[in-house]
């Protein structure tokens, strides 16, 4: 079957760094998405990796190895803002989108 | 950037009645619109695939009459629930990639809130 897993939930602290992971196992590999979703909103758009390797966007950066069907998603410079669930998303060999269930930030002042 | 509207933001209705739910995408055609469902603290849960002028697809265990789903356009899809009742009520989202994309991104609309009383 497929399948998406991230953490649950973690925590950090106002100005830090963390780092949230996403592991998969699916058919067929036709990128990896991250969005940011607050409580209540729909999900937005972070980042997009469908080669190995680092994407940095401002504080975001996502990284991607596709031999391990790994992904980290990592945010720095912490802000209250960024407490939101994050959640990971793999387009499939039939362009499916499989959803993680997604982790929830929580940041402490 | 791209943009997707979703309305209404929030809707209540009485149980028995018919709830529309409208997704445009106002800045690109949108070949393929989906549509999702999401539980408190659930993660999305895909409800049905619709390709513009084509029936939509639906994941298995949802009710393809109950849940009706139309794309006539290449910025309009719309969902109905007919027959509402309150184990529908959750948030609904609707998602569109478009032909310039070359669908490596995919914009979600706002979510519809239904409450079913």
């Known amino acids: 079957g497929q399948n998406i897993d991230q953490p649950t939930e973690m925590t950090a602290t106002e100005g830090a760094i963390v780092q949230i992971n996403c592991t998969y196992q699916?058919?067929?590999?036709?990128?990896l998405f991250w969005y940011q979703q607050h409580a209540g909103e729909a999900p937005t758009f972070l980042s997009y990796?469908?080669l190995d390797g680092l994407e940095e966007k401002g504080r975001f950066s996502s990284f991607l190895s596709r031999s391990k069907g790994y992904s980290y998603l990592l945010l720095k410079e912490l802000q209250m803002k960024d407490s939101a669930s994050y959640l990971c998303?793999?387009?499939?060999?039939?362009?499916?989108?499989?959803w993680g269930a997604g982790t929830k930030l929580i940041i402490k002042p | 950037g791209a943009v997707v509207s979703q309305h209404p933001s929030r809707v209540i209705c009485k149980s028995g009645t018919s709830v529309k739910i409208e997704c445009r995408s106002l800045?690109?055609?949108?070949?393929?619109m989906f549509w999702y469902r999401q539980f408190p603290k659930k993660s999305l849960m895909l409800m049905a695939t619709?390709?513009?002028?084509?029936?939509?697809?639906?994941e298995q265990g949802v009710e393809k009459d109950k849940f009706l789903i139309n794309h006539a356009s290449l910025t309009l899809s719309t969902l109905t629930v007919t027959s509402a009742h309150p184990e529908d009520s959750s948030f609904y989202i609707c998602?569109?990639?478009?032909?310039?994309?070359?669908?490596?991104?995919?914009?979600f609309g706002e979510g519809s809130w239904l409450t079913v009383v």
């Open positions: 990796n469908v």
């Open positions: 998602s569109a990639s478009g032909d310039g994309d070359s669908g490596n991104t995919i914009y």
């Open positions: 800045d690109f055609q949108a070949t393929t």
């Open positions: 998303a793999v387009k499939d060999s039939n362009y499916q989108l499989i």
């Open positions: 699916t058919s067929g590999f036709n990128g």
């Open positions: 619709s390709n513009e002028g084509s029936k939509a697809t639906y």
